[in-house]
């Protein structure tokens, strides 16, 4: 009868040679992994996340305030008027860079996209939205009120909201509510024109359009039929 002590030294010989790589193996993988082990704590450091409490702070807030005064990169607003449209308390009635033909369509373009579904195509306030039951109409841009106010008054609303109208200050830039804000004096003008505005000498390119339909947001506007014909239909 084979006992186990005879029998281990020839099992032991039989499969040493296949045991010694996997043995070398197992070795070479606990290496790995206690030297990766190593680099743990550089993994996993002692943090708080988002909003945590922390007894470390007086007020125990693991997320700090900014340091008063921080300004981040590309957040410099040295330029109050640009960012406010203010000066002092009021509103001012000057643009802060230049109108050109390219501000006024960047103007056009945001305007028809944020401000149209409300205000309408021409400003008159019978946007889309209002003739769908919205709260409240827009008063038209048109009234004696809006004409004489301010454009930093256009950019002031846009930027914080009017009574139930709220501020386009996150979906719009700075420039891009300048922009906004000069177009609607565009529109202004263009509703109120009169033979006193066309510089001496010059004559009048046009009959202010008449228009049927002011444009809702959702269509775009129409004048009368034989204005149309004359190639004064649709502005877009
Ligand atoms: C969702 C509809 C809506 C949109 C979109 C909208 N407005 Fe208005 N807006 C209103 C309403 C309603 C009022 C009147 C608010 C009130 O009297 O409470 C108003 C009022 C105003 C006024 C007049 C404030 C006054 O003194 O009477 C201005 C200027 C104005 N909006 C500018 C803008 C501009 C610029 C945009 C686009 C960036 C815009 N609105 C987009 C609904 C809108």
């Not at 296949?18 to 743990?40: D, F, H, K, T, Y």
């Not at 501000?103 to 409300?118: D, F």
């Amino acid at each position: 009868m084979v006992t186990f002590r005879k029998f281990a030294p020839k099992f032991a010989a039989k499969f040493a040679g296949r045991l010694a790589p996997l043995v070398l193996l197992a070795l070479v993988l606990l290496a790995m992994i206690s030297s990766v082990g190593c680099r743990i704590d550089m993994h996993v450091q002692p943090r708080y996340n988002p909003l945590a409490k922390s007894d470390f702070f007086p007020d125990q807030r693991a997320s700090r305030p900014r340091v008063e005064g921080t300004v981040a990169r590309g957040d410099e607003r040295a330029d109050t008027y640009f960012y406010t449209g203010k000066v002092g308390n009021n509103d001012g009635d000057f643009m802060p860079f230049p109108v050109t033909r390219e501000v006024l369509e960047r103007g056009r373009e945001r305007y028809n996209v944020y401000c149209s579904p409300c205000h309408s195509r021409v400003g008159d306030g019978n946007g889309f939205i209002p003739s769908r039951g919205f709260v409240r109409k827009p008063p038209s841009y048109h009234i004696d009120r809006l004409q004489k106010a301010p454009i930093g008054y256009f950019f002031d609303v846009a930027t914080n909201g009017f009574g139930i109208m709220l501020d386009y200050s996150s979906q719009i830039s700075a420039r891009d509510r300048w922009c906004v804000a000069a177009y609607i004096r565009a529109l202004q003008l263009s509703q109120n024109a009169t033979a006193a505005d066309v510089p001496a000498g010059q004559s009048i390119p046009s009959k202010p359009p008449d228009f049927i339909e002011s444009g809702t947001g959702a269509t775009l506007p129409r004048t009368a039929p034989s204005q149309a014909k004359a190639g004064k239909g649709e502005t877009e």
